[in-house]
């Protein structure tokens, strides 16, 4: 999550009330930048519900906290996964996590593609390339867990690795 803007961003966004069900923000990463905290308390002087009990960090890997949190999600909690510039296969792992935990709707912003098209044909890794290979390839994981899949971008000038893959479970 790095230092968690994005997440930070999405409950700012979301005051109480605005959705059915109350909203967490759930940041994980290996370790917690010093830059977390001060940009939460930067956003929680115009929106104050963005505060340590609506955002939370964990310092964990990945698959350690996938592990901890799959016994814990509700069966009836909706969760939406965000994530941004996952490097390599970690946007792959977060998928799985997505599509495992049963998210009402994930959005990844994939980066760093070396050895992410394995699988793809030879024809379309040649003819789309090998990041738009393997991101047609996580399409069509989503796709096939039950998640309407679509594809955004943001402006180039923000970030190069720019595409989106936005997937929504279908009821």
Same mark, same amino acid.
């Given at each position: ?16 009330? !605005? ?20 940009? !939460?308390?930067?956003?929680?002087? #115009? ?48 998928? !799985? ?10 959005? #990844? ?16 890794? !040649? ?15 989503l796709h096939d867990a039950g998640y309407h899949v679509d594809f955004a971008a943001i402006p180039k000038a923000?970030?190069p690795m720019n595409r989106l893959i936005v997937a929504e479970r279908r009821s």
């Amino acid at each position: 999550s790095g230092h968690g803007l994005t997440g930070m961003l999405f409950a700012a966004c979301n005051p109480p009330g !605005r959705l059915k069900a109350s909203m967490r923000v759930l940041l994980v990463d290996q370790s917690e930048p010093q830059s977390h905290s001060i940009l !939460r308390d930067l956003i929680s002087e #115009v929106c104050p519900w963005v505060n340590q009990d609506t955002v939370q960090f964990f310092e964990a890997d990945l698959d350690d906290y996938v592990t901890k949190s799959l016994s814990d999600v509700a069966t009836d909690e909706a969760s939406i996964i965000i994530s941004t510039h996952a490097c390599g296969s970690l946007t792959d792992d977060v998928i !799985r996590y997505a599509i495992e935990s049963k998210a009402a709707s994930v959005s #990844v912003m994939p980066c760093c593609y070396t050895g992410t098209a394995k699988g793809t044909p030879y024809g379309v890794q !040649r003819m789309f390339g090998v990041s738009a290979s393997a991101d047609i390839k996580r399409s069509f994981l989503l796709h096939d867990a039950g998640y309407h899949v679509d594809f955004a971008a943001i402006p180039k000038a923000i970030t190069p690795m720019n595409r989106l893959i936005v997937a929504e479970r279908r009821s």
